[in-house]
């Protein structure tokens, strides 16, 4: 499957300050996906990260507040800007792996914690 | 949009006992349906997954049901270990599209 780096693994953030979270893959994908996981929930879609597009973004999320990058094919951003408390989660980023029947493959998560 | 609704949301089983969890999807369009397992602090992983041309699929303890006409479909584990505890998501998604929604998860526990 496809492998999925993904930086920071954890940090612990000053409310109205912002995070960029990184991932990297280590094969060309047309999309990139963002998802966040809160405390004991599932996994809700924030993004779809095209490159040479902007990404789009789904209801409840917008760009001023996550904002996203995608320069190349294997390489992609999420920024959680003006943090606050709420926003603690787990950050995740995905691909379509066409190595694996279509299925997403995850990357291994960012832990947010707002303080 | 899609709304995936999964049951039941806990699920305790003995070793070696079956367990069983549905999913309900709302887009007849949706025409893929993976499962995912998270194990405590780790990423999900997929395990299994259907796509609609088929109504079932099996890997070894793991076997995926679906039923089109009804909008659902079932993961199924035999033989269930220890090591199957986990948080457990059914998704629902069309090939190729951005609409990718998971259900609401169902935590497993194999009691030994």
């Known amino acids: 499957s496809a492998v999925i780096s993904q930086k920071p693994s954890r940090d612990i953030c000053q409310r109205g300050t912002s995070l960029t979270i990184q991932c990297q893959v280590d094969s060309q994908v047309t999309m990139m996906f963002w998802y966040r996981q809160q405390p004991g929930q599932s996994l809700t879609l924030i993004a779809t990260?095209?490159?040479?597009?902007?990404?789009?973004?789904e209801s409840g999320f917008v760009i001023d507040k996550f904002p996203i990058s995608r320069p190349n094919l294997t390489f992609s951003t999420l920024t959680v800007s003006n943090m606050s408390p709420e926003d603690s989660s787990i950050y995740l980023c995905s691909v379509e792996d066409q190595r694996r029947s279509y299925g997403y493959t995850f990357g291994s998560g960012t832990r947010l914690t707002v303080v | 949009g899609e709304n995936v609704e999964q049951h039941p949301s806990t699920l305790s089983v003995q070793e070696g006992d079956s367990a069983v969890i549905k999913c309900t999807y709302s887009d007849s369009a949706s025409n893929y349906f993976p499962w995912y397992k998270q194990e405590l602090g780790k990423r999900p992983q997929l395990i299994i997954d259907?796509?609609?041309?088929?109504g079932e699929k099996k890997d070894q303890r793991i076997a995926v049901t679906l039923n089109k006409t009804a909008k659902h479909f079932s993961l199924h584990i035999t033989e269930t270990q220890p090591e199957d505890s986990a948080v457990y998501f059914c998704a629902a998604s069309i090939l190729g599209g951005q609409n990718f929604v998971f259900g609401p998860g169902t935590r497993l526990s194999v009691l030994p």
């Open positions: 990260a095209n490159q040479g597009s902007e990404a789009t973004y």
């Open positions: 259907i796509r609609s041309n088929v």
